[in-house]
């Protein structure tokens, strides 16, 4: 089955730049991937969803990229702002039967001002 | 807005004991999943049901875990008997044809 990686466990950037996180998965492209965004002590709250069809995807300060031939996906946050600090989830099919979603450990993003 | 709502919020029990976590889902969605998340081992899946059939349970230690949706707004997942090894976040969430999932605020289980 599917496993997925979020190389960096943390992330800290200054207030105004550009966050960058990745997610990669090892085997077979799925069909979407999908971010989410958790703070302390809440459950993940989705943000965007993106399919195999689709290289790219913005929602607002947000912006998604999926590469099937590396297997990745790039999720940016564009002129960050501290309330942009939590941890972000990549999460994708469990397997080609199109099951559960499963999820990666996360990055988390600490904004500074 | 519409939320999935799980019960309780918190949870500190002893060794051996059973445990009952509850999640109301979304009036309408036809997916539920339980997961389990720690620090260590980030969000597990345990189980999926859709329009309330299990569908997979592969990641529940089957012994002593169990995953039930008795009707549309209730699901349940019961740990009997409870180990500290438990000890995690369980979260609920619902959804509808995989577009997105909405998770619950989740039930902190500590087991001492």
């Known amino acids: 089955s599917q496993k997925i990686e979020q190389n960096s466990e943390a992330l800290n950037i200054q207030e105004g730049k550009t966050a960058t996180l990745t997610c990669n998965y090892t085997?077979?492209?799925?069909?979407?991937l999908q971010w989410y965004r958790q703070d302390p002590g809440r459950g993940p709250v989705f943000l965007l969803l993106?399919?195999?069809?689709?290289k790219e995807k913005r929602k607002e300060r947000l912006k998604v990229t999926f590469d099937t031939t590396l297997k990745q996906s790039l999720f940016h946050i564009t002129a960050s702002q501290p309330a942009d600090s939590a941890t972000y989830l990549c999460a994708l099919e469990q397997n080609q039967a199109g099951t559960a979603l499963i999820f990666g450990k996360g990055t988390t993003l600490s904004v500074s001002s | 807005d519409a939320r999935v709502t799980q019960t309780p919020r918190h949870k500190v029990t002893e060794m051996g004991q059973e445990v009952t976590m509850r999640c109301q889902p979304i009036?309408?969605?036809?997916?539920v999943f339980w997961y389990r998340q720690t620090m260590m081992q980030g969000l597990e899946l345990l189980a999926y049901?859709?329009?309330?059939?299990?569908?997979?349970d592969s990641g529940m230690p089957k012994d002593r875990f169990s995953a039930e949706m008795p009707d549309a707004t209730l699901a349940t997942l019961k740990i009997q008997p409870s180990e500290p090894r438990d000890s995690a976040v369980y979260f609920c969430?619902?959804?509808?044809?995989?577009?997105?999932?909405?998770f619950g605020s989740g039930t902190r289980l500590t087991v001492v």
């Open positions: 085997n077979y492209s799925p069909a979407y």
């Open positions: 969430a619902s959804g509808l044809d995989a577009v997105s999932y909405t």
């Open positions: 049901f859709r329009n309330r059939a299990p569908l997979d």
């Open positions: 993106i399919r195999e069809n689709e």
């Open positions: 009036l309408g969605h036809n997916t």
